[in-house]
């Protein structure tokens, strides 16, 4: 792995620093009729203006002229050396023409800009006097936008560089997996005899002094990495040859699935007994997106819809890298508490940026600046309702915060009363549950409080009269305090949700009218959808609404996939719960029944899934609920084998009698 690694480095390393940037200018020109056109043209007019009865046909002919060999070789001849392009302007029905020239030198550039776009009106008057056009007749070329500042296209750059370092990592890991079977093929062969005691001895000894080094990688090291990446770098900054699925965390997600099968296929992991309902409920999820991938290439779709429904695909197999490696490949229990204290950690610190950006009315992810990687989401500025700014700290937008933390509440609770933590100082147990829980609010979102209520709900009623009185008191505290604290909030969120029940909200009725909107998408391909990640905002229009967006992209079986996902996140916490044997484990259980009922009503109130760190954050928790029953079955199979023979021993012996 390490040479191969190191050798992809280098070469995109090599690659960035000797492939120059390439720089593109663009320039508009637009074409004006002749002076006679409103009187009927005799015979010996423009052949060209009066071709189709319009000036498309015009502008038809003179690009076609301009991408000539001929033209090329004239344009060669004054100095147009670099790539140029001609061709209609982007959804315009008008004879309008963009000209552009691409090269590595930016001032060229713009000189060959200059001189194409004079070419254009010389060759549009050459054609003309060819067919000796009278002067009353002429068309004229009219510069609309002059010749623009060059501007840099990394695209391509970032696209190679990726390409290198890729191939080199997905060679190291086949590479990996040859030498594993070799490895394996040799430890059958030679006998454990062949190796000196001494020898072994040193070596434990050795492994013991080196410390975090001797620490073998597991399922629990790798989710913690993916996690730093998703919570601290903003959920909008993606590689430019991936689009919005390329987020570092996901690129990473999918190396810890490639880990885990080389693991998986050397011997060394086993998928873990009992988890097994979580990947089930992927394979369901991945029938429906493979039909619906099919479905898209069955139609007559755009180039931006198949390279949506190719990101879609790459899309879930991060989903399934996030199931997988909790699911199957976290195997201690006492490693997958580790992950969910962890992961509730980050989220509070999520949750305190939220607090700044709320205090100083900024968004502090919009001065996050990483090289090779750029925003997917175009136009992300601070968002304010009524006087306040709509906090979204490292995601993409206000309700993916509000919705990735009304998820993680449950379990910062869970673990704020588990009687294992007690030893631990009560800010360290119940700071994260302040911070998450007080983060909800500032949103200002009916997404986040709906959320907030929907555990509380959940959650309270089960705890035993003391606990549940006192969180039934701290609660209406926290709203006095907010009150007091933040003038307005409290009554900005109430006239939220009036505005909602009367129907007057504006944000209300645009959603109202896209049910309807998304209605003739779904008579269009009712079974299988137009295709997963296709009906992206800038085609068609925003959802805010996941159940409405997978009926227009996966079709009804997509909606019956989305539901089993829910579903079987909300039967894992039920049947930790109803297996427990502790009060710790009945906590946890109600935890994971919180967060997935959460997710599956929130998610009629935004595309949840759209958003990277709140779907990653999702399919974490619905594999990290599987690994949690698999353990508590086992836990509870092994008690009822262990508690059979002492039964069976308390039975009055039968004596004989003679």
Not at 152 to 167: P, W
Not at 533 to 544: A, E, H, I, Q, S
């Amino acid at each position: 792995m390490v040479p191969f690694t190191l050798m992809s480095l280098i070469g995109g390393g090599y690659l960035y620093a000797t492939v120059p940037v390439s720089y593109q200018s663009q320039s508009s020109v637009a074409l004006l009729d002749s002076s006679a056109v409103a009187r009927l043209a005799p015979t010996f007019g423009n052949p060209i203006s009066n071709a189709g009865g319009s000036l498309i046909v015009t502008a038809d002919v003179l690009i076609r002229t301009l991408e000539s060999s001929d033209a090329a070789k004239e344009l060669h001849g004054r100095g147009v050396t670099d790539p140029y392009t001609a061709g209609f302007a982007p959804g315009s029905e008008s004879p309008l023409l963009v000209l552009s020239v691409t090269g590595t030198d930016r001032a060229k550039v713009l000189k060959e800009t200059n001189t194409l776009t004079t070419f254009a009106g010389e060759q549009l008057t050459a054609l003309q006097a060819a067919a000796k056009v009278p002067p009353e007749y002429l068309v004229q070329t009219a510069p609309v936008v002059l010749p623009q500042t060059p501007v840099a296209k990394e695209k391509s750059r970032y696209q190679g560089l990726a390409a290198v370092i890729i191939l080199g990592v997905v060679s190291a890991f086949l590479l990996s997996i040859l030498m594993e079977g070799v490895a394996v093929v040799r430890r059958r062969r030679h006998t454990v005899k062949s190796a000196a005691p001494r020898r072994r001895s040193a070596r434990g000894a050795l492994r013991k002094r080196a410390g975090l080094l001797s620490r073998r990688v597991d399922a629990t090291a790798v989710l913690t990495v993916y996690l730093v990446l998703a919570f601290f770098i903003p959920s909008n900054l993606a590689l430019p040859a991936l689009g919005g699925v390329g987020t570092p965390a996901n690129v990473f997600a999918l190396l810890g699935l490639l880990w885990y099968l080389a693991t998986w296929l050397g011997g060394r992991i086993l998928p873990a007994p009992g988890t097994r309902l979580a990947r089930v409920a992927m394979c369901v999820l991945g029938v429906a997106v493979l039909a619906a991938y099919i479905a898209d290439a069955g139609r007559e779709a755009s180039h931006q819809e198949v390279l949506g429904a190719d990101r879609g695909l790459i899309g879930f197999l991060v989903w399934v890298s996030l199931v997988v490696l909790v699911s199957a490949g976290v195997q201690e229990r006492g490693r997958l508490d580790v992950l969910m204290r962890r992961v509730v950690v980050m989220g509070a610190v999520v949750a305190l940026i939220g607090f700044y950006d709320f205090f100083m009315a900024t968004n502090i992810a919009d001065s996050i600046h990483i090289p090779g990687l750029q925003t997917s989401v175009a136009q992300i500025t601070a968002m304010d309702r009524g006087s306040f700014t709509r906090p979204r700290s490292t995601t993409a937008q206000p309700l993916e915060f509000g919705g990735m933390l009304a998820i993680l509440l449950p379990f910062a609770i869970q673990q704020a009363v588990d009687p294992v933590r007690r030893h631990a100082r009560v800010w360290r147990r119940w700071g994260p549950v302040m911070v998450i829980g007080g983060a909800l609010p500032l949103t200002v979102s009916r997404t986040s409080i709906i959320g907030l209520l929907l555990v509380a709900l959940v959650m309270v009623p089960r705890w035993k009269p003391a606990r549940r009185w006192a969180a039934i008191g701290v609660m209406t505290a926290s709203v006095a305090v907010f009150k007091v604290l933040i003038p307005g909030l409290i009554g900005t969120i109430t006239a939220l949700f009036a505005s909602f029940l009367s129907n007057s909200d504006s944000s209300t009725q645009a959603r109202t009218v896209k049910y309807s909107a998304i209605v003739p998408y779904l008579k269009e391909h009712p079974l299988f959808g137009r295709g997963f990640g296709t009906f992206t905002p800038d085609l068609y229009f925003f959802t805010d609404n996941q159940y409405m967006l997978t009926a227009a992209e996966m079709g009804l079986l997509g909606i019956a996939a989305l539901f089993t996902l829910f579903i079987v996140g909300v039967h894992h916490g039920g049947a930790i719960r109803r297996l427990a044997r502790t009060d710790a484990d009945r906590e946890l259980g109600q935890a994971f029944f919180a967060s997935s009922l959460v997710a599956l009503v929130i998610s009629a109130t935004f595309d949840s899934l759209s958003f990277p760190m709140f779907a990653g954050l999702f399919f974490l928790l619905l594999g990290a609920g599987g690994s949690y029953l698999g353990f508590v079955r086992r836990e509870a199979a092994a008690a009822a084998v262990v508690t059979a023979p002492r039964e069976e021993a308390r039975l009055p012996e039968l004596v004989e009698s003679r």
